[in-house]
């Protein structure tokens, strides 16, 4: 069968480079309870993995308690793993064929396990469920391959443009709206920058995160990963070059994470703007609880899309798939996921639970948030997305270092994706 082939093909590649060391700690649970004659016996374990750190896992692990009372003959047990560790205990998982019966995974991930045949399609789940339209459509997109569901959307945060309201005011400066342009954007980043502070804050470090930052405006000119040699590629990756170039951003950038560039540039007042999500709302407060800021959805240009982060759920395998099932749609019910996602700080993927939110209507940060959303999109969604992503990090890295113009790092990107696809 097309699963088993694939499985055995993934696992002699894995198999290579990893240990299976690296499955220690990840149980044996996924198996029935064996005593004999017992209520126990008539009982199914299921195994759930996740990445939620546990601060934010609370709210996780009280609705499996009361998933567990609703259904007394279903057994959940829940295993945590480290984000930066769950797609490579994953991919062992799947080489060794010792994989949870359902789990957590980045939504730019989903497309991936899909289409090495490690994720179960649970589209005729989906259709009957019959609640997919209630959610919002980038978040729906990220579970799908091929036209058909291998997930379903849990949480979700995008970008949008945070802005220091105290330096605006200070320069006399009017605080951006929802229906700026791209001129107005590029003029409030030219008239922000000062000897002070850079007009711009964004990473452009090479990995996932740099890509992350850079594809907004690459969309919102109006292209997309396929179409990268385009005149509105170039256009988007001129303008960053552009604010590089004339020191409206640090050149520290090129090697900043986000978390880096919110805590160097940002909170100390050393950027007047930075792209960001809602996650580093908390490292502001931790750091500077008092800080003046405000969020602003992205300027329109074409369109003003962002791209959207957060986590889906997948089942990783059929032997409980009733059980597993149940517990996904447990999760993902309406007020679940508005619990859940109020509680981590998240955005619930479901666009009915925030509606029926007063957090997300009425908090001045998240509110935008939820609004820029309603115009985010999926990263691909493609099973080789990060050979993707890494072909647009060089042609980034190429063009602020001066290598190659845009127009040139753009073109090698893109035969290089055609290569790919």
Same mark, same amino acid.
Request: proline share 4%.
């Given at each position: ?68 009372? /609703? ?17 490579? $205990? ?13 789990? @957590? ?38 579970? !799908? ?13 995008? @970008? ?39 007009? /711009?804050? *964004? ?35 001129? !303008? ?17 994470? $986000? ?5 160097? @540039? ?6 007047? *703007? ?84 007063? @957090? ?31 072909? !647009? ?29």
């Amino acid at each position: 069968m097309r699963k088993n082939t694939m499985k055995r093909a993934v696992a002699a590649g894995i198999a290579a480079m990893m240990t299976v060391g690296l499955l220690a700690g990840c149980g044996n649970s996924g198996k029935e309870a064996s005593s004999s004659g017992s209520e126990e016996d008539k009982k199914v374990t299921i195994e759930m993995w996740h990445h939620i750190s546990p601060d934010q896992s609370t709210v996780l692990l009280q609705m499996i308690d009361e998933f567990q009372e /609703l259904h007394p003959n279903i057994k959940v047990e829940t295993q945590s793993v480290a984000f930066a560790e769950l797609k490579k $205990q994953l991919s062992i998982g799947v080489a060794a064929e010792q994989l949870p019966d359902v789990t @957590l995974c980045d939504t730019v991930d989903n497309a991936s396990f899909a289409a090495m045949g490690a994720a179960v399609d649970i589209t005729d789940e989906v259709n009957e469920w019959g609640e997919i339209d209630n959610y919002f459509a980038a978040p729906a997109d990220s579970t !799908m391959y091929e036209g058909r569901y291998y997930g379903v959307p849990y949480y979700s945060n995008c @970008l949008a443009i945070m802005y220091n309201k105290d330096i605006f005011d200070e320069m006399g400066i009017a605080y951006p709206t929802s229906d700026w342009t791209c001129d107005d954007f590029k003029e409030v980043v030219e008239k922000t920058t000062t000897p002070d502070h850079y007009g /711009l804050t *964004m990473s452009l470090v090479k990995s996932e995160e740099g890509t992350f930052n850079v594809i907004p405006f690459i969309w919102q000119a109006g292209a997309d990963y396929d179409s990268l040699d385009s005149p509105e590629a170039a256009e988007a990756l001129t !303008m960053i070059n552009d604010f590089y170039q004339k020191g409206y951003m640090s050149k520290e950038l090129i090697s900043m994470t $986000q978390a880096d560039m919110c805590a160097s @540039l940002f909170i100390p007042g050393k950027s007047a *703007m930075m792209v960001g999500g809602t996650w580093l709302r908390a490292n502001i407060k931790n750091e500077n609880p008092d800080m003046n800021y405000g969020v602003v959805t992205f300027a329109k240009n074409k369109n003003a899309a962002s791209p959207i982060g957060g986590g889906n759920i997948m089942m990783m395998k059929e032997d409980n798939k009733e059980a597993s099932w149940e517990l996904m749609k447990f999760l993902s019910e309406k007020d679940n996921s508005r619990r859940f996602s109020e509680d981590a700080g998240y955005i619930s993927a479901r666009e009915d639970a925030v509606a029926d939110s007063e @957090l997300w209507s009425t908090d001045p940060i998240l509110s935008v948030y939820a609004q820029q959303l309603k115009e985010a999109k999926a990263r691909g969604p493609h099973p080789k997305w990060p050979e993707i992503s890494s072909a !647009m990090q060089f042609a980034i890295q190429d063009t602020l270092s001066g290598a190659k113009t845009p127009e040139e790092a753009l073109k090698e990107a893109a035969t290089e994706i055609d290569g790919i696809k």
